[in-house]
């Protein structure tokens, strides 16, 4: 019983290179979610769905793409990384936020130079 | 917009003296809130919500809508409730989940 995979832990990015930070779960959640965390700043939501083909953005969402094809799966993209996305980023999923907890994933660790 | 406050970043509370751990929440609909935890090298994890009114680990909190406050208390503090503690709100059409900025407990032995 995985429930909620994130991979890589740890990235180290230079200015301007994209990659994508991938995040799974087994549990058949319909709703995924993206945060960014800093210090002093707590759990910011940068994108959220709520299932398969349906994405919308959170609080921070710029510099950050989303899609989700499946309901597995919820691929967070930074498609020219900056400084200002250096962050600790978690994936979570719940079966129905108001009816049931979020599940999060482990974490990565990302840096951008 | 939906917003959820705590105010204290840091709070340290000797072992087996009360704790009491702030949130407020700002919402006009029936709010759904929760606390989550996180230990040190743990995944972040529902603590308690609401709408179930139980006690888990010793803590409690109640809703008070005339306050807007949703304030996590345990009457004893152990070593093991050091953690980060973050107060979450879910809005009812979006199902955004909006977290506070975390409250840090040190119980200092």
């Known amino acids: 019983n995985a429930g909620v995979t994130q991979t890589p832990k740890f990235q180290v990015l230079k200015t301007g290179q994209s990659m994508t930070l991938q995040c799974a779960q087994d549990m058949n959640h319909e709703y995924m979610s993206w945060y960014r965390q800093d210090p002093g700043m707590g759990l910011r939501l940068i994108h959220y769905s709520v299932g398969a083909g349906i994405t919308d953005q959170g609080e921070v969402p710029n510099g950050y793409n989303v899609s989700r094809s499946t309901t597995e799966d919820f691929p967070l993209r930074l498609l020219s990384a900056a400084p200002s996305q250096t962050s600790v980023y978690f994936c979570a999923s719940s079966r129905a936020p108001r009816d049931s907890p979020l599940h999060f994933g482990n974490g990565t660790r990302l840096t951008v130079t | 917009a939906q917003r959820v406050t705590q105010p204290e970043k840091l709070l340290s509370v000797f072992k087996g003296a009360p704790v009491e751990l702030k949130c407020n929440y700002s919402?006009?609909?029936?709010?759904?809130l929760f606390w989550y935890v996180q230990y040190s090298r743990q995944r972040l994890q529902l603590l308690l919500r609401?709408?179930s009114r139980e006690s888990i680990k010793g803590f409690t909190a109640d809703l008070n809508k005339g306050e807007t406050s949703f304030h996590l208390k345990k009457p004893f503090a152990q070593e093991e409730d050091s953690a980060m503690y973050y107060c979450?709100?879910?809005?009812?059409?979006?199902?955004?989940?909006?977290f506070g900025i975390g409250t840090k407990l040190q119980v200092i032995p």
């Open positions: 609401h709408i």
């Open positions: 979450a709100h879910v809005s009812g059409g979006y199902q955004k989940v909006t």
């Open positions: 919402y006009s609909g029936s709010p759904e």
